[in-house]
């Protein structure tokens, strides 16, 4: 009896998906390249989103350092140079004493650091200025200028003032103001007023901003450096895992494929060919029994060729189609096209080109087949939809019909088994099977593969 070939006899399945392995070793310098370059990025930000606030903050400090180095400048003055000089003569006006008090804020003055000064009594008088003009002159005392002569506290601002005895400062723009107390020769408060020129602060804030950002930023930067190994390292360690994890991944697949093409080889080349001549053996004989075991016979060759049939449609669907030869979309029409005869109407929407390697492929096509398989089954369906779409990222296969569906918090009935085995297929290889239904209102099958 001639024993047709089995597919597969070759010892790999005719029309099978081989695997195929993305290169490892080409795609890892990419990967990490790409995974360092987000790191550098990513610290950069961070450097910018860091200095920004640094920048901005210090001005601001070195403003404060040099109004509080001002205020050290005129406490010394007032108490060594000025206050000792301030006696009854000069507040009398005698020009003497004013020269001696010229003589001693000379060197002061002579460097445009102290542009110019005051001293006023505790009734608003300025009793020396080096404006002579302003000497004798009486203002009205701000309450500020009071309470420091009851021993407030000092009063440093940084601008341009408009009070009564500032008319002939004006021409001057802006200045750094101190007022201080001190006591005179003759044991009485006076109140020491020195502007100083406001370059002095914006070459305070140049000189700080130029120690702190430079030495802020090389931190930052020399941190960055010092990560950048550790991260290299790292993004290399989680390639070579993902690298790992997808050649097991495929090697499971592959060990999946092999195991059924065992299995239908096995079932061909002698389950299926046993039973068959079994079936012939029935036949032969069947015309040599007595006329009352004929019918025993009959039945059992007609069982045996059933299940034959049922064995063949096994081996067949052990293995996907040739994907290469009919391509996916044509496949799964094959797979619909039989559905008419079991009163479905089944309806396909496939793009023109599926982007997909033939593991991905063959895993869809396995989904399709189990779904549709419960759908015949099971679902009680009238109308059947078979979709795939794709973007950059992913193809997605969905499967709907409109059949009496199940509810999804009760433990799935024994037809959905394969789908359950399937789900666990699709996310070996890291896509994602669900299936949603409600009871009369169908059910739906949606396989996702991420693209590579």
């Given at each position: 009896?001639?024993k047709p070939?089995a597919?597969?006899?070759?010892?790999?399945?005719?029309?099978?998906a081989?695997?195929t392995?993305?290169?490892?070793?080409?795609?890892?310098p990419?990967?990490?390249?790409?995974?360092v370059?987000?790191?550098?990025?990513?610290?950069?930000?961070?450097?910018?989103?860091i200095?920004v606030?640094?920048?901005?903050?210090?001005?601001?400090q070195?403003?404060?350092?040099?109004?509080?180095?001002?205020?050290e400048?005129?406490?010394d003055?007032?108490?060594?140079?000025v206050?000792?000089?301030?006696?009854?003569?000069?507040r009398?006006?005698?020009?003497a004493a004013?020269?001696r008090?010229?003589?001693?804020?000379?060197?002061?003055?002579?460097?445009?650091?102290?542009?110019?000064?005051?001293?006023?009594?505790?009734t608003?008088?300025?009793?020396?200025?080096?404006?002579?003009s302003?000497?004798?002159?009486?203002?009205?005392?701000?309450?500020w200028?009071?309470?420091?002569?009851s021993?407030?506290?000092?009063?440093?601002?940084?601008g341009?003032?408009?009070r009564?005895?500032?008319v002939?400062?004006?021409d001057?723009?802006?200045?750094?103001e101190v007022?201080?107390?001190?006591t005179?020769?003759?044991?009485?408060?006076?109140?020491?007023?020195?502007?100083?020129?406001?370059?002095?602060v914006s070459a305070?804030q140049?000189?700080?901003?130029?120690?702190?950002?430079p030495?802020?930023?090389?931190?930052?930067?020399?941190?960055?450096?010092a990560?950048?190994?550790p991260?290299?390292?790292?993004a290399?360690?989680?390639?070579?895992?993902?690298?790992?994890?997808?050649?097991l991944?495929?090697?499971?697949i592959?060990?999946?494929d092999?195991?059924?093409?065992?299995?239908?080889?096995?079932?061909?080349?002698?389950?299926?060919?046993?039973l068959?001549?079994?079936?012939?053996a029935?036949e032969a004989e069947?015309a040599h029994v007595?006329?009352?075991?004929?019918g025993?016979?009959g039945?059992?060759?007609?069982?045996?060729?059933?299940d034959?049939?049922?064995?063949?449609?096994?081996?067949t669907?052990l293995?996907?189609p040739?994907?290469?030869?009919?391509?996916?979309?044509?496949?799964l029409?094959?797979l619909?096209?039989?559905?008419?005869?079991?009163g479905?109407?089944?309806t396909?929407?496939?793009?023109?080109q599926?982007?997909?390697?033939?593991?991905g492929?063959?895993?869809?096509?396995?989904?399709?087949r189990?779904?549709l398989?419960?759908?015949?089954?099971h679902?009680?369906?009238s109308v059947?939809?078979?979709?795939?779409?794709?973007d950059?990222?992913r193809?997605?296969?969905?499967?709907?019909?409109?059949?009496?569906?199940f509810?999804?918090?009760?433990?799935?009935?024994?037809g959905h088994?394969?789908?359950?085995?399937?789900r666990?297929?699709?996310r070996?290889?890291?896509?994602?099977?669900?299936?949603?239904?409600?009871p009369?209102?169908g059910t739906?099958?949606?396989?996702?593969?991420?693209?590579v």
């Amino acid at each position: 009896m001639h024993k047709p070939s089995a597919p597969g006899a070759s010892g790999q399945p005719t029309g099978a998906a081989h695997a195929t392995l993305p290169d490892d070793e080409s795609a890892e310098p990419s990967e990490v390249r790409s995974a360092v370059t987000r790191f550098l990025v990513i610290g950069l930000a961070t450097l910018v989103v860091i200095s920004v606030p640094v920048a901005l903050w210090t001005p601001g400090q070195a403003e404060r350092h040099t109004l509080a180095d001002c205020t050290e400048t005129t406490h010394d003055l007032a108490d060594h140079a000025v206050a000792p000089l301030i006696t009854d003569e000069l507040r009398a006006g005698d020009p003497a004493a004013l020269r001696r008090l010229d003589d001693r804020l000379a060197r002061w003055e002579s460097g445009d650091y102290i542009v110019r000064v005051k001293v006023w009594d505790p009734t608003g008088r300025v009793i020396y200025s080096d404006l002579p003009s302003l000497i004798g002159e009486t203002f009205p005392l701000p309450a500020w200028r009071s309470d420091l002569l009851s021993g407030g506290v000092d009063r440093t601002s940084l601008g341009t003032e408009h009070r009564l005895d500032h008319v002939l400062d004006s021409d001057l723009g802006e200045l750094v103001e101190v007022n201080v107390r001190a006591t005179d020769a003759t044991g009485q408060p006076i109140v020491f007023e020195a502007y100083f020129n406001d370059e002095a602060v914006s070459a305070e804030q140049e000189a700080l901003a130029g120690e702190i950002i430079p030495a802020f930023a090389l931190s930052l930067v020399a941190l960055q450096l010092a990560q950048l190994l550790p991260a290299i390292l790292l993004a290399r360690r989680i390639q070579a895992g993902q690298a790992s994890r997808r050649r097991l991944k495929q090697q499971a697949i592959e060990a999946s494929d092999l195991e059924r093409g065992r299995i239908a080889r096995d079932l061909h080349d002698e389950v299926i060919q046993d039973l068959a001549g079994l079936a012939y053996a029935l036949e032969a004989e069947e015309a040599h029994v007595p006329h009352g075991v004929r019918g025993l016979f009959g039945r059992a060759r007609t069982i045996l060729q059933r299940d034959l049939v049922t064995l063949r449609a096994i081996t067949t669907e052990l293995y996907p189609p040739d994907f290469t030869r009919l391509g996916l979309a044509e496949a799964l029409q094959r797979l619909t096209r039989p559905l008419a005869g079991q009163g479905i109407e089944a309806t396909t929407s496939l793009p023109e080109q599926i982007e997909l390697d033939q593991d991905g492929a063959a895993i869809l096509y396995r989904v399709a087949r189990e779904a549709l398989t419960n759908t015949v089954k099971h679902a009680d369906a009238s109308v059947v939809e078979l979709t795939i779409s794709q973007d950059e990222d992913r193809t997605t296969l969905t499967v709907h019909d409109n059949g009496r569906g199940f509810d999804p918090d009760i433990t799935s009935p024994d037809g959905h088994l394969g789908l359950r085995i399937m789900r666990d297929t699709v996310r070996i290889v890291g896509g994602d099977l669900s299936i949603s239904s409600r009871p009369g209102d169908g059910t739906t099958v949606m396989a996702t593969l991420n693209r590579v």
